[in-house]
């Protein structure tokens, strides 16, 4: 009888880093890099990836600046050591990215009572438009910089690409609204016009 395979072990890059105490600049720089592509902390000085092409490079960058600190560290290859060890780490992930989703989701439930303010208060107003556009548009980037680094589609990925589709619907109308009160606007100046009416 042939022994059951064991299960594949998924790849992990470990980056292990000493950063000089009296450059607390160089310090918060690393730990800034490191979280903007999704780094968890196993303990302080002491962060973990998924092992892909992609972060392996931005690693060696930083790794590079580093040492250009007069710093050290080490990036070395490891394996899940055990399936609960593996689903605790992805967890962490998780949850790191499901707060990072909630915080997006509120701002987005604010960015709609904006325009149903606005909308109450008929400012339908092309100034008004382009500062929703340009807040939607922020919205839009802090969705792909959080969706870059969910490695493991956490759990409120779903609730928030739901959120952000009401978002963009809410804006549609909005605008709807802005070009037929323009329309009705230049419509009631061509019929003040005097030299329409006299014809």
Not at 118 to 145: C, G, H, I, N, P
Not at 147 to 158: H, M, W
Not at 163 to 175: M, P, Q
Not at 179 to 197: G, K, L, T
């Amino acid at each position: 009888m042939y022994e059951k395979a064991p299960p594949e072990r998924r790849q992990w890059l470990l980056f292990i880093y000493r950063v000089p105490q009296d450059s607390p600049g160089r310090r918060t720089y690393v730990w800034r890099q490191l979280k903007q592509i999704g780094a968890a902390y196993l303990q302080q000085a002491a962060a973990i990836l998924p092992d892909r092409v992609e972060l392996r490079a931005v690693l060696e960058t930083l790794e590079g600046r580093i040492r250009e600190f007069e710093g050290e560290v080490s990036m070395l290859e490891t394996a899940s050591p055990s399936q609960v060890w593996e689903a605790e780490t992805v967890a962490r992930f998780d949850r790191a990215r499901d707060e990072e989703y909630a915080e997006l989701i509120e701002n987005v439930e604010r960015f709609e009572d904006e325009i149903a303010r606005e909308s109450r208060k008929e400012k339908f107003t092309f100034a008004e438009l382009e500062e929703l556009e340009s807040d939607w548009e922020k919205l839009q980037r802090w969705r792909e910089r959080i969706r870059v680094r969910d490695f493991f589609e956490a759990s409120r990925l779903g609730e928030a690409n739901g959120v952000l589709e009401r978002g963009r619907k809410a804006l549609d109308i909005f605008t709807a609204q802005v070009y037929a009160h323009e329309d009705s606007q230049e419509a009631s100046i061509e019929f003040a016009n005097p030299s329409e009416v006299t014809r």
